[in-house]
């Protein structure tokens, strides 16, 4: 599960180059932008202790294959989507299924839905390739691309799906909305463990596979760790964007063999009137939680603890592969027709998390805009 804020941190925007200069590829420069938090008490990160699995050979899931690398005189294996680049250039396709979530909230009646988002999730670089140097590609693949220094032709392709609009009801003891006076627009706060239940229970009524990738879309949503109500106190909660998260069933008795669902849910945040016109965020959590489903899609990737780099001095100690939660405090930009930039997120390398010096990623990279100039340090 992605430890995402609900956007209350500083955003830094890489700026793509302009449309009149030619793509120069990984790393590129920064420039601020800083968006409201929440209307609500966000405390900031929190650490989710991991509850991944490793399939075996026979289970039923996406895509996937496995290494390890060695650190400090021990191994750590890692499970990523697709095929392992070492096997040369092969294409992996996963169906990502897009379903469009309408909540409607008991505790006031207030209903929160976009009739747009899937149309603006569908043009955005989650699922429309961009080019920054490396030759057209989908966000999750740039990131691997750059991390494991694939060969050319090497691409893990997610090709969505968008199915009819769930409406769900939120329980008052499950979730509120309020209005964002600085944003001017109205946000919902629900429990997370009540999200993920919901999850669970549309990819069952769904028939969605196991070897496809569920989308669920939240418009303007955020998700509590801990009681939604604790949003509203003086001790606070600690608010999430996004998460990705795996479903395990089958596999006793007489039942088929054993299915590991992978699955991504996001919030679709507006920030309304707090941003300028010319810079769309929404597509950020997204990005964040697809980039780390494709680097650790079974939460299963465990590693040197470490801590952020660009997400302030609160965040804790971690040792689970969540690449893009050390420099959440980083997204790029990406340019747009008509000047527009809509932001995406960043990611460090596996070669960060490994403690590898040099770096094995693309150029060196320890992060994808080239400002993580060193690997990942022990917690202090």
Avoid at 155 to 173: G, Y
Avoid at 191 to 207: D, F, P
Avoid at 301 to 313: K, L, R, S
Avoid at 357 to 368: F, I, M, Q, R, V
Wanted: aromatic fraction near 8%; charged fraction near 15%.
């Amino acid at each position: 599960m992605s430890r995402r804020l609900a956007l209350g941190l500083s955003v830094a925007l890489l700026l793509m180059a302009a449309p009149d200069a030619p793509a120069a590829g990984p790393p590129l420069r920064p420039v601020d932008v800083r968006p409201p938090g929440p209307p609500i008490n966000d405390l900031g990160p929190a650490r989710v202790e991991p509850a991944g699995v490793q399939p075996g050979p026979k289970v039923q899931t996406i895509p996937w294959w496995q290494s390890s690398f060695d650190h400090g005189g021990q191994t750590y294996r890692y499970a990523m989507v697709g095929t392992n680049p070492a096997d040369g250039a092969v294409t992996t396709t996963v169906k990502a299924k897009i379903v469009p979530l309408r909540l409607v909230f008991e505790s006031d009646g207030q209903v929160l839905y976009d009739p747009g988002m899937v149309a603006d999730v569908l043009a955005s670089p989650v699922f429309t390739p961009v080019d920054v140097g490396l030759g057209p590609t989908q966000w999750h693949d740039l990131y691997q691309r750059v991390s494991l220094a694939t060969p050319p032709g090497w691409q893990v392709n997610l090709q969505p799906e968008v199915l009819p609009t769930q409406t769900l009801t939120v329980p008052s003891d499950q979730g509120f909305t309020r209005f964002d006076d600085a944003t001017q627009r109205r946000v919902g706060v629900t429990n997370l463990e009540w999200v993920r239940r919901k999850n669970r229970q549309l990819i069952e009524a769904l028939h969605i596979s196991p070897r496809e990738l569920p989308v669920f879309l939240a418009d303007n949503t955020i998700a509590s760790l801990t009681s939604a109500a604790d949003c509203l106190t003086p001790e606070g909660c600690h608010a999430f964007a996004g998460l990705h998260d795996i479903m395990v069933s089958g596999g006793r008795g007489q039942q088929p063999p054993p299915q590991v669902h992978t699955l991504v849910w996001a919030t679709w945040r507006d920030f309304g009137v707090a941003l300028p016109p010319w810079l769309d965020i929404r597509s950020e959590p997204l990005s964040h939680e697809v980039v780390e489903w494709a680097a650790d899609p079974f939460l299963s990737n465990v590693v040197p603890q470490w801590e952020g780099v660009f997400i302030g001095p609160s965040h804790p100690c971690q040792d689970v592969m969540e690449v893009a939660d050390p420099v959440e405090g980083l997204p790029i930009g990406v340019n747009l027709p008509g000047g527009r930039v809509t932001a995406v997120t960043n990611a460090t390398t596996l070669s960060w998390f490994a403690r590898e010096s040099p770096s094995h990623a693309l150029a060196g990279l320890y992060d994808l805009t080239g400002l993580v100039t060193q690997p990942s340090q022990p917690c202090s």
